[in-house]
């Protein structure tokens, strides 16, 4: 069994470390709880490897994970901090709802060029880029 854990565990830390990933990068509230799952399977193949140098990662992985999933499921938009429910989420803004007519700026001043519906990250509540219909 120890040597089943040895060979093949490495390849699904992998696969779920590289998912839980872009789940962070996508701002996805599951994120964390991947992460988490992640290290309890990590903490498998320490033990059965007897690789007690990754411990200290180990352990210090759970406690970011496990704040980082408080902190974007409790709370977070009391302290201006958001995570996005999901790509195409209306503006509260009305103003941001209507249809873009063109460019105001030149595309490589603004970070969000390439997708009109977009919210700017550099003007969230008052961009510049766009101008609106």
Not at 17 to 42: E, H
Not at 45 to 66: E, R
Not at 86 to 107: G, H, I, N, Y
Not at 117 to 122: G, K, S
Request: aromatic share 10%; charged share 20%; with cysteine.
């Amino acid at each position: 069994m120890t040597d089943t854990i040895r060979v093949y565990l490495p390849w699904l830390l992998s696969a779920i470390t590289i998912y839980m990933t872009v789940l962070a990068g996508n701002k996805s509230r599951n994120a964390w709880l991947f992460g988490l799952a992640n290290q309890a399977l990590w903490l498998i193949w320490i033990i059965a490897t007897a690789s007690w140098g990754l411990l200290p990662m180990n352990l210090a992985l759970w406690v970011v994970y496990g704040r980082n999933h408080l902190k974007w499921n409790s709370g977070a938009s009391e302290q201006g901090f958001s995570v996005a429910r999901s790509k195409r989420e209306t503006p509260k803004d009305p103003q941001a709802a209507r249809p873009v007519e063109a460019l105001r700026d030149r595309p490589e001043n603004c970070e969000g060029f390439d997708d009109p519906e977009d919210r700017c990250p550099r003007h969230p509540n008052d961009c510049i880029c766009w101008r609106t219909a």
